[in-house]
Nanobody, 120 residues
Framework: QVQLVESGGGWMQAGGSLRLSCAAS????????LGWFRQAPGKEREFVAA????????YNADSVKGRFTISRDNAKNTVYLQMNSLKPEDTAVYYC?????????????WGQGTQVTVAS
């Protein structure tokens, strides 16, 4: 089992920055990658960014490239999402998720989510 707890959400004006954190606990050594997803009201959950635990290789959605940066601190079992140049369309509940080495194509664990609201 892997437990994920997000923090750092809040309210920000357009153009501002926020940093989200995701603290992982439990069998973190079995994780393959950690990622961020978001879900806006009335929309489906969408992929934002991911990072491989071992190599640090990152993947980003086109909608956030150049604005959001995912990073990790393996010693703290924490993943971050630095969000710059925020836009109102970034408003959503942001979820942290984890895949396992055994099932790298499946997001097996999810956090409870943290709200990000960007005002125009």
């Amino acid at each position: 089992q892997v437990q994920l707890v997000e923090s750092g959400g809040g309210w920000m004006q357009a153009g501002g920055s926020l940093r989200l954190s995701c603290a992982a606990s439990g069998r973190t050594s079995s994780t393959y990658a950690l990622g961020w997803f978001r879900q806006a009201p009335g929309k489906e959950r969408e992929f934002v960014a991911a990072i491989r635990r071992s190599t640090g290789t990152t993947y980003n959605a086109d909608s956030v490239k150049g604005r959001f940066t995912i990073s990790r601190d393996n010693a703290k079992n924490t993943v971050y999402l630095q969000m710059n140049s925020l836009k109102p369309e970034d408003t959503a509940v942001y979820y942290c998720a984890a895949t396992l080495i055994a099932t790298p194509q499946t997001w097996d664990y999810w956090g409870q989510g943290t709200q990000v609201t960007v005002a125009s």
